[in-house]
Each structure stands twice: as structure tokens, then as C-alpha cells.
């Protein structure tokens, strides 16, 4: 009975143009972030000519991977009005357990693999149980609960020892290039565009947005708003153990301070990204694009010998100026109501 | 002061916000030594009103004259400056501090101001000169929270009196009054007046308005209709005017054949909120739920929609038990819910029109998993089209809609889910005139076609002009149960009141 309950044909009267400001707003943000990255690419190039060689930007590429692949489930905790501290550490304590199934267990490759996506995603879900369940106040309690205790564990498994060599299989996502693309580029490429198919044609993907714009209306509409809970933080788990995957094979070891403060950038990215601190506003593809600023950014100031120090700062200062800009652009969605 | 009296002249105040036009050209006039009385129904503007003289809003047309200097707005700073004072319905006041901080509060005395030393002594001597003046029997320095909220609402005159108001703006000042409250209030009132104040007294006490009022202003959809001394007119004058317009034209009911009883509830239970909540609901019927506030109708819908868990009792649709656990089981069941705050707890207003409109059940807009975004528009396009939305496309975030429009997406949204049961909890709050009379149009196509409606309402001529039959609750139980034609004002609130009844 839905839609011939009602009888009209009429064309939809258009009630002026006040939607378009903020849709404005957000393709000039958009726009904003992109045009920066290319003009911090243009500044460097300028400043560095080892910038723009073929070697430099496939070594931005696979240093990027592994932030890139972080910021994907940080990305969905803060669509969902979130947080997820716990990434850095859940990446190293899965790792350790790949080194240990490997190791000393004597497990096969793929097996540690296995081992080490399912100790994130094991992590993972364990973070949104905490919300879910035990309803602490917010992620960010839970998740630096977990950060803790998961660096913890990660320490006391092999005695803060690093684990290394480890088998091919192991080193494959990153170490190896297909050409000269880094395999884990490759990935990276795959995993946003999955994760924009996921997030914008089906329906569980438009229920996070809905799940981040306004928990109760969501509620109210019919999602299981728990489970989406539950499943955004075991993708951020397990997204982390990827990212912990790559890493270890790109340095062929494990150890147990790996991902240390990788949530710092991965909350830098998605922010920068256009993702809003109050939810439910977002892009993946936005994200990639925070990503490869802050890569840029860090490779730079590498080239340039810029002190360490002065890197940390500048991370730091980029996320209060994304976050002043959220709240700004927050404001001008409002008033324009 | 002017010569002739007249201490606040407004003239052709307007303000309207996004669709919705608050005031339209309001005309008031009050001069000092007089009690004014402002009446209208909710939403007639009175409040606006108070906004624009106490300077909380911006008026976008119109001038405010008072005390001979024309202004075309004031600020909250100015508006006190120039000594317009204001009694909220809900006071202002701190309760921890004594009666005399209270007063001076933020205009203290003293003894050296630069080394911010106050002079207490000082306060509390004014203090109590103030309350002598206006015959209070309180002391200085006792502790404000320990008084009567009478009292405390005389503590808040005294500020203004302090101040040196010259008109005092109260709304709805006897609210929470007892009877001897409030015979004290319209004491200090009259003193107030014989000193020269005016006062402007927004209440919807009629009885109050005839009884200590010298000229009344009756606001009726953000117009002033009309000014009158009160000695010359009745409450019934006053009440033709209010309404305007008979009640058939505001509520264009229209009578759907009924059906068989689609929604049964039988000793719905939830621990101090219901007890023994059952009633049936036919197709093609619209129940009302009359009450005050608080006597337990959202939470009967609330519980009903899996919204809130219940302790016992049992929901049958179409004659078949379901068992609601969640919303989604209500949803599934073919129930929607209108919430009361469609902005809380309806849409996703940072989403656009059709995201919000498809939301129920989105799956079923796709194939293996996969959404087609196109037919998710074109199904919100149409829907939103036969509804006369007005919008400038599906991609519009709904925030960005009125309110009549935004509960036209909740409509659509409910629609599209296939319900047969429509729960409306206060279906017009917030909508301006026009889109109300949409709203109950769609209502009427809802059951033309054989949908049930449940609407809960709180104001009782809309749910005696939209209902087919009324169930009245009070505190959690329902009192009463009565047919359209039977239904009166009186009854409804004899019910709500808590008096069974007889029959």
C-alpha cells in the first residue's frame, strides 16, 4: 500500500537552494585537501629534487601502506561518532602472535597469517563488546583500555624480544613489487575501493553512516545498531593485523613497540580526510587522500633532514587544524538550516 | 516618558524563521501602571514575542518603541539597560545562594568595588527593604532553595524591581503556582502597577487574564488580532478570537470505512511506567491518545514499537501473537513509529532525503547484497512527489528542510516500509498552519486506504478533531475511552485527571 496511498503527480516544487550551501561546503573542503596535497607535492619537489624520482614516491607509496591500511578501520570507528586508540597496539600484538604461531608453534605461513587477522579481529571485537555490552561510556575509554593492555600482552609474549625471519609467504605483501609497485600499494588500492563499494552499495555500509549520524533514529528505524558496533571495531581489529602483516614484512621481524602512536596519523588522516569528529559524515576515498598528505608530509621533511622533533610537532599541529576546521564546517551546516 | 502614556509601542514585528513564519506584523501597545494580557494558543507567537523585547532574538522587520527611543532590536544587555525585565515560566535563579544574592546577583553592592569586596551588610539591608515593600515574609539571607517556588518566583520580581524595570514580561507566571502563590503574585502585581510598571502577563488562565488585566492582546498564528480593555469584553470573547476559525476547518477529518482489528493489546505492563494497558485498534480507524504530559502515552507507543523493553502482556496484529523485543520486530510486524522529536529520534538529518526515506529495510533495494542507487532515488522521488514535498532534490540533507517537510520524509520513510499501523506521537509539533492540515490530510489518505493510526496528542481539540475514538491515560493507566461525537474538553480532562470513568 505504500505508494498509491497517496494521489498526485505533480513535479517536485523546488523550495529554494538552501541545501546548497553545505554540499558546497563539502566539495570545496574536498577540494581543499586535494589541491593541499598537490601543492605540498608541488613545495617539495621544488625544495628536494629527490622528490619526484620513481624511487621516492614508490618508497612513499609502501611507507604509506601500512598507515593506509590503519586508517581504514580508524576510519569506520569515527563514521560510527568513535574512536579506536587501540589500532598501534592491536597491529604489534598480532603480529607478535603471527611471529609466535610461526616461530615456536611451527605453524605454516598461511596459518600464521590466519593466526595473526584473527588475533585482530579477535581484538577488534573485543573493543566493540566493550561498548556494546558493557556499555562503557565511549570507545575512547575502551579502545585505550585496549591499547594498553594489548602493548602488555604484546611485551610479556616473548619477553619484549623481537621475532625475525620469517618465511616468503610471510614477507610477500611487504616486501615484494609487482614492476615497480609495491605489492602493498596494490593492496592498499584494492582494500579503499572494496571498502567504498561496501560503504556506499550495500546496505550494512549505508547503515554505519546511518548508525554515525544519529544512533537512536537508526535504532528506531529497525538497524541492529550493536552488531554494526561490534562489526566496525573487528574490521578496525582486523584491519590493524593487516597493516601489522605488511609491516612485518617489509622489515622482516616482529616486535613488540611496532605501530607505536600509528593511531596519531591514522586519526590525523581521516580527519584530514573530511571525516567528522561527531559522525556519520565521510569519505574512504577522502581518507587515502589524508593518508598520502601526511606520507608526503613525512617523507619531506625526511628529505629536507628536518629534525624528528619537529615532524612530531607538525603532525600534532595538523590535527588541530583539521579538527578547528570539522568544528567550523559543523557550524556553517548548521546555521545554514 | 511619553505623554501619553504609552510605554512600549511595537509595531509591525515580524520574524520568521526557515518555513515557518513566527510573527507577522504584530502590533502591541502597553502603557505604564498597566497589567497587559497577552493570549493566544501554542504557537501563536506570544513567546517569540518576549524574545525579540527581552533581546534573545533578532526581530527582521518592526520596531520597538519603548520609553520614547525607537528600536529596531534590542540585545539581552540593552533590553535590561533600558529597564525591560522578564519572569521566565522556569526561574533563573540559583538555589544555593541566600535570597539576597540572589537578588543583587550580578548587580552587587560594594563596600570597595576595585578590590571586588562586596558589601553584604549593605545587600541585605536593601534586601529587605525590597521584600517589605512587596510584603514578603522572607528573610535576607536565607538560603533561596529552602522557599516556595511562590516566593522564589517573588525573589525573581524583586530583581527586576531592583533593576528599576519599568515593564516586567511574565509568561506563564502561575504555572506552577499553588492557589495562595498565586493570590500573592497578583497582590505584588497590583503594587507593581500603582508604581507606574507595566506589565505584560502571558497566561493561558483565562480566568487569571479577566480577573487582573486592564487590556488584553490576542495573538493568533504570529498576528496580534485584536486589543481591548478587559472590563469591556468576556473570556468567551476572548477564546472566539484565539481560536479564529472553527474547529472543522482546522481538522479536515475525513471518516474511513472501518476494518478489522489489526492491532490488539491486551495488560501491556512496564514496572511504574504502565499497568494494564489494552486496547484495540481497527483498519481504516484513528485512535487518539489524550492525556497530560507524562501520563505514559509515548511510553505505551514506545513499548508497543520494541523502542523500550515491557515487563508482561501481550501484542496480536492481524490476530497473530508477535513477540517485540526491538524495533526491528515491530517493523517487521508492519508498525511504524512517528516520534515525537523527529530530530533525535527520526531522521539522520545529515543525510539527504532519500537515504532517510529508504532507510527501513534498505536491503530490498538491491540485488545479492548490492543496492542500485538508482532505483533507491527514483522510489524516494516518487514517494516524496505524491507527498508535495517540497525540496530542491533527493540529494538535499533533511536538516535543511522545514519542519512539515521533514515530518513529510518521516511519512515517506513509514510508507515505504510497508506498515499497516501508523504510531504518531505528536504529529504537528513544530509545523506551521498550513503543513499541519497536510500532515492530517495524509492522515486521512493513511486510513482511506485501510492503514490503523494511533495519534497521541496533547492538544485536545487536535485530537478531538482528527480521532475516530479517544483513550484518555493518566498516570500510566488508561482512564478514559470515548467516541468523537462524545468527546468533550471536559470529559477528556476529568479523565486525564485521573477520575475513571463512570459508564
Redesign the interface.
Known sequence: ????????????????????S??MTEKLYQLGVLLSLLLLCAVMTALSPRFLTMDNLMNVASQAAVSAIVSIGMFLAILTAGIDLSVGSVLALSAMMMGIASDRWGLGPYASILVCLGSGALLGLVNGLLLTKLRLPHPFISTLGMQKMARGIALFVTAAAPISMFPDEIQYLGNNSIGQVPVSFILVAILYVGMY?FL????TG??I??VG??K?????????VNSILNLVYTISGLTAALAGLVLAGRVNAVYPLAGLDYETDAIAAVIIGGASFFG??GSIANTIIGVLLIAVLRNGLNLLNVDSAFQTFAIGAVIVVAVAVDVLRQNV??S?? | MVADGILLKVKGLTKKF?GVVALDGVDIEARAGEIHGICGENGAGKSTLIKMLTGAHTPDSGTIEFDGVTYTSLDPRRAMGVGIGCIYQELNLIPHLTVAENIFLGREMYLAESLNILDRGQMNAKAAELLADLGLAVSPTARLGTLGVGHQQMIEICRAVWSNAKLIIMDEPTSSLSEKEAHDLFRVMAQMKARGVAILFISHRLDEVRDNCDTVTVMRDGRSIESFAMKERSVADIIQLMVGRSIQNKYPKEPAPQGDVILSVRNLNRKGVLRDISFDLRAGEVLGFAGLVGAGRTETARAI?G?DPYDSGSIEVSGKPVKIR???DS??AGIA?L?ENRK????????SVA?NAT?????KY?KA???S?GRIKETA?????????????M???V????GG?QQKVVIA?W????A?IFIFDEPTRGIDVGAKVEVYK?IN??VA???GVIIICSEMEEVMGMADRILVMHEGEITGEMTQQDATQEKIMYAASGFKQAS
Open positions: 500500500m505504500s505508494n498509491d496511498v497517496l494521489t498526485n503527480n505533480g513535479k517536485l516544487p523546488a523550495e529554494k537552494a538552501v541545501g546548497k553545505a554540499a563499494f556506499t552499495r550495500t546496505s549505508r547503515y553512516y546511518a549520524g544519529n537512536e533514529a537508526a535504532r528506531l528505524s529497525g538497524i541492529k556519520g559524515v551546516m548548521k545554514g538550516r | 526557515p514499537t523502542a526491538q524495533p526491528l517493523i517487521n513509529f516520534t533525535e529520534q527520526g531522521l539522520i538529518l545529515i543525510q537515504f532507510i527501513v529495510k534498505m536491503h538491491g547484497g548490492w543496492l542507487l522521488r516518487k514517494v516524496c512527489a505524491e507527498m508535495r514535498l517540497k525540496t530542491s532534490g540529494d538535499m540533507l536538516g535543511k528542510l522545514s517537510n520513510k510508507l515505504l516500509s510497508n499497516k495524509l489518505q493513511l486506504n485501510g492503514a
